[in-house]
């Protein structure tokens, strides 16, 4: 298992169109969650899924964005008419849930350019 | 979750320990203490995590305070590669919510 992993690692993307990037997850990670992270920043929660759950959204997330995991396995988010102020480093991170154990293990990010 | 406090910016030279600070005054009796790291142009990677107790593993060394409203990271030997900006989280492990970041601080180690 070679971690987390992000597809694509760079999109370049026109103003309206509309973007899906996709995460696959450590194997038997039951938790996977999206983040966005612009330049200077910290990254910033959009949501999570336990198993093929979605328990939890930002109100980060306007009704432009959405995320499915099915099957609780590999996650997609999609931007529908993309903004420029959409353009940020959107981050994955997984996790097998539990009280005393919950390391996240992050992917290295898909970074979205909207022009 | 509660929010915690770390100044913006801290300097190291190569070789010495580095004490990383975070202030947490309104930590509840279920937060945990989270650091992450974040190297450029990655994304952000565990540290270490306690809730009463010091902690230490290979990479760092957590020391809480009794109060445990403040807490730091300690590197014990900085080297080049711990150039990254660090961030102190609280969490509810047993409500499993996401970890949420604040900016963290930017520690820059020189040779």
Not at chain 1, 94 to 107: D, I, P, Q, Y
Request: hydrophobic share 30%; glycine share 6%.
């Amino acid at each position: 298992d070679t971690g987390v992993s992000q597809d694509p690692r760079h999109k370049i993307t026109k103003r309206g169109q509309n973007v899906t990037f996709r995460c696959d997850p450590i194997s038997e990670h039951n938790r996977l969650y999206w983040y966005r992270q612009t330049l200077g920043q910290g990254p910033e929660f959009l949501t999570y899924f336990q198993n093929e759950a979605q328990l939890e959204k930002s109100r980060l997330l306007s009704d432009r964005f959405s995320a499915e995991r099915p099957k609780g396995s590999f996650s997609t988010l999609e931007i529908q008419r993309t903004e420029q102020g959409d353009s940020a480093m959107y981050l994955c991170a997984s996790s097998k849930h539990s009280r005393m154990n919950t390391e996240a293990f992050f992917g290295q990010g898909t970074r979205l350019t909207v022009v | 979750d509660a929010k915690t406090t770390q100044p913006n910016s801290m300097e190291s030279n190569e070789e010495e320990p580095v004490h990383l600070p975070c202030n947490h005054s309104t930590i509840s009796g279920t937060d945990y203490i989270h650091w992450y790291r974040q190297l450029p142009s990655q994304g952000p990677e565990y540290v270490i995590h306690g809730l009463t107790s010091n902690v230490n593993n290979r990479m760092a060394s957590l020391a809480i305070a009794e109060d445990r409203k403040s807490s730091t990271l300690i590197l014990h030997r900085a080297t080049l590669r711990d150039a990254a900006v660090y961030y102190c989280i609280l969490r509810d492990n047993q409500a499993g919510t996401a970890l949420i970041f604040g900016k963290g601080t930017t520690l820059s180690v020189s040779s």
